[in-house]
């Protein structure tokens, strides 16, 4: 796979919960190696759409590809098997689990890219120096973690499975700011380890530090794209679509 071939492609995708439309005819892409920001207010469909990418939601149409394979009707274990990554807003750790016993749950095999070159390789050693928090408590149980350290764990979790490219939802809502900073610096250097992410958030400052592209999403409906830089200097649409 070239690196201007799209890890991951939706094109004309729709989401309901029930019978409740809330996502209309969504195109979007990311490429390997690419941070991509999906941005909007409070229930524009961000959440939905990282949602149905990876097949959480029951009804979902369009198409959705995943290195060259075809995942718009596949289950999310199945997404997650071929390198898909997702970090749920409400962080779902295990909280009866250690750290260590969370990062084994999310254990997966070393990965290869298309073009036979070595996938990133996650093990909790290297883990602990990209959250040195997590690696200061390896025997804390989950539920007796901050909110702020359960979310690096989560998302150190789902780097155990090895993936390719990583759904992250929310990375730093109603977390402290120095949590907010680690999140940033975390995104800045699994890119340079060649690991995309398709990151979903509010926060203009946040995505402008770690984002090369955006997508504004409005009542379900992808309303702007753009480099992250042009949505920077557009005051227009960030008035219209992302101010409170």
Known sequence: MSTQEPLLQAKALCAWYGAAQILYDVDLDVRRGEVVALMGRNGAGKSTTLKA???????????VRFL??????????????????????????FTDLTVMENLEVGKQPARRWTDGTDAPLWTPERLFKLFPNLGEMPNRPGGRMSGGEQQMLTVARTLMGNPYLVLLDEPSEGVAPVIVEQMANMILELKAQGVSILLSEQNMHFAELVSDRAYVLEKGQIRYHATMAELSANDEVRRAYLSV
């Open 53 to 63: 990418l990876i097949g959480m939601l029951a009804k979902r149409r369009g198409a």
């Open 68 to 93: 060259g394979h075809d995942i718009s009707k596949s289950e999310p274990h199945h997404a997650a098997r071929l390198g898909l990554g997702f970090v749920p807003e409400d962080r779902r750790v």
